[in-house]
């Protein structure tokens, strides 16, 4: 059905988090609950989005217009309530241009609210006729919610917040979860006269489903996820909702045909892809948009922030980070890749090796204790321990290329810009400066001196 303008809520400052930043920026599963709702509800195409912001506005507006250019924003004033930042919405909304059909309302503090559920509610509205439609679940324990109060026949009778609500009212399990369709028209007048006579003194707005009620129907669409519909107050309940969502996208993979030793310390997060027969070992965090190949395997104890791994690569106790690892490539332990890079098949980078920006060539090794940054080396190449691309003088970063099928000495420098030749060979401890051409050997010379007898007498 058509939705003429969605409404979401975010203008809360959300104090039980104790945090500097506003509640809805948190992040769950790589994602600020801000976007994941926004997302949600644009997959709707509504023909007007718009977010209310109030706290840290500016801040808040920024981020909803990064997720969605096409966003309204709508300052809400010190007047507090969702009420009121209806009121403020539909104002704008009308100054833009007539509302003519329903409008969804949803708060913003819901990460896990799934396009799917809005359009089960969206249809359920249509097709009851209703002037509104709450949607509503059932917890166990509902501590924190507004109660759905219903008559004898199951209508939906009114909204009893947590600290407005007697005895009997607590007790009821089905509450609100604070996303609402109005026909627009009907949306108008129930907001017009909202009041603030309630314990917190703001502007209700399950108040205007009173109204609604005597111009319309009021009806409840329960969801048939509660954890779609589950909002975050505190960082406690974040951490148990994050965990419960990870414990589904980790069985949503393993029935996919990937082995994940232990879900339990494994955290993947939504945009990862992973092929079937890879192996994911304990204690990692794949996260962005991480893409695992066939029959590869990571960790332990490894994290993947938007890395590329192939088919029967294998990247062990490592941090990777926005690189392509290639085929049966090797990487780790306590390897930490940084942007930028790109291994070919069957490569290595070893331990305590770092990279950024490196195009490592097929079957090449780095085996460790080496850092390789702005540097491009061809295929079958063996790089000694301890080996250093001074890539940088300072002011500027600077190429290094170094050829095919060379083999570099323990504990080299070099210093960059420099390109050194295929089938060259370099001696321990060289600093190469100067460019070396194909089949060369390269070597540093150096004097040593021994001083016998230096320390003073009391030191020996």
Known sequence: MALSAAIILAAGEGTRMRSNKPKVLHTLAGKTFLNRVMDSVAALDPETLAVVVHYQAERVAEAARSYNERVTIVNQDDIPGTGRAVQCAMTQLKEQGGLDGSVLIAASDM?????????????FHEQSGNGATVLTTILDDPTGYGRIIRDSEGNVLRIVEQKDANSSELAVHEVNTSVYVFDA????????????NNAQGEFYLTDALETAKSNGAVGAFAAPDPLSVEGVNDRVQLAALAK????????????????????????????????????????????????????????PYTTLISA??????????????????????????????RPGNDLGEESKAGAFVEMKKAHIGNGTKVPHLSYVGDADLGEHTNIGGGTITANYDGVH????????????????????????????????????RHDVPDDSMVYSENTQHVVEGWKPEWER
């Open 308 to 337: 590329v791994i192939d088919a029967d690569a294998h990247v062990e106790r490592s941090r990777v980070q926005e690189s392509h690892i290639g085929r049966a490539a090797n990487i780790g332990p306590w390897t930490y890749l």
């Open 397 to 432: 970063k600077h190429h290094t290329t170094i050829g095919s099928n060379v083999h570099v000495g323990a504990g080299n420098l070099f210093v960059a810009p420099v390109e050194v030749g295929s089938g060259v060979t370099t001696g321990a401890g060289s600093v190469v």
């Open 244 to 299: 419960a969502h990870n414990k589904r996208v980790c069985e949503h993979w393993m029935r996919e045909g990937v082995t994940i030793l232990d879900p339990e310390t494994t955290w993947i997060e939504d945009d990862v892809r992973i092929e079937r027969d890879a192996v994911i070992l304990p204690g990692c965090f794949l996260e962005g948009s991480t893409v695992i190949g066939e029959g590869a395997q990571v960790g």
């Open 185 to 196: 028209k009907l949306l108008a007048e129930a907001i017009a006269n909202l009041k603030s």
């Open 111 to 123: 990460p896990l609210l799934d396009a799917d559920t809005l359009n089960q509610l969206l249809a």
